[in-house]
């Protein structure tokens, strides 16, 4: 299974028209995205990043922007900060059986560059 792509489109599709309308939902959105490892709770490889869903804070700043259809991905990128996950998301997300770890948790740290 594309695990990754399985991911995009969960997310697009979960959150797309909440982000094109609320501004403080976008922030939360790059919060909880930006540089964040996400994963099937039914993955064998769920903690190891080559196996992780992840897309970069600048990945996440451009989709706000694309889903927006104005902007520039600067104006999201580094705008709240990172690795914030909130209980809406987290739960919206868990409905499509995902689940996150934050890149300094001690399962991934020796393992994950963080790269903005």
């Given amino acids: 299974m594309d695990y990754q792509q399985k991911f995009e489109d969960d997310l697009l599709a979960l959150f ?6 609320d501004d403080e939902f976008a922030h939360q959105f790059w919060s909880a995205f930006g540089s964040v490892y996400w ?5 064998p490889n769920k903690f190891n990043p080559d196996y992780s869903c992840y897309i ?3 990945h996440a700043a451009t989709l706000i922007t694309e889903i927006q ?3 520039e991905y600067t ?4 705008a709240s900060p990172d690795g914030v996950v909130s209980e809406f998301i ?3 997300m868990a409905s ?3 689940c996150f770890v934050l890149p300094d948790d001690p399962i991934l740290t020796p393992l994950v ?3 903005y």
Avoid: V
Wanted: aromatic share 14%.
């Fill in 16 to 21: 797309a028209s909440r982000i094109k309308e």
């Fill in 39 to 43: 994963y099937q709770e039914s993955d």
């Fill in 56 to 58: 970069s804070g600048r």
């Fill in 69 to 71: 259809g104005k902007g």
């Fill in 75 to 78: 104006d999201w990128f580094l």
């Fill in 90 to 92: 987290a739960e919206t």
């Fill in 96 to 98: 499509k059986g995902w």
């Fill in 113 to 115: 560059p963080i790269n």
